[in-house]
């Protein structure tokens, strides 16, 4: 079974998405900061160590989502386009409450 390559539109789309992903990540990273040491007033020490916990519990989440994506059965649209059919969503949702 030979697999048919993407398309240029869904490339495309996918560098769009992973663009304003990284993008928003980084208005997070950069005014959460900004927040924590001019209004709540913590050393900068203390909001790094912050950061650090947060991107490690990040890291050790991510296992376990891909494993959780790789046990579930594969949806209408495949296995991995429905899992971020029904996630981006809730991901901008909880980003936006985040925030």
């Known amino acids: 079974m030979s697999k048919k390559p993407l398309s240029s539109a869904l490339k495309t789309w996918f560098g769009v998405g992973d663009f304003l992903y990284s993008l928003s990540v980084s208005f997070k990273t950069y005014y959460w900061t900004?927040?924590?040491t001019t209004v709540v007033a913590l050393p900068l020490a203390a909001v790094g160590v912050m950061n650090t916990i947060i991107n490690v519990f990040d890291f050790i989440m991510s296992f376990l989502?891909?494993?959780?994506?790789?046990?579930m059965k594969p949806g209408k649209w495949g296995r991995y386009r429905s899992m971020l059919l029904i996630m981006a969503?809730?991901?901008v949702i909880s980003i936006a409450f985040h925030l």
């Open 89 to 91: 969503p809730l991901i």
């Open 34 to 36: 900004y927040f924590l």
């Open 65 to 71: 989502w891909g494993a959780l994506i790789d046990a």
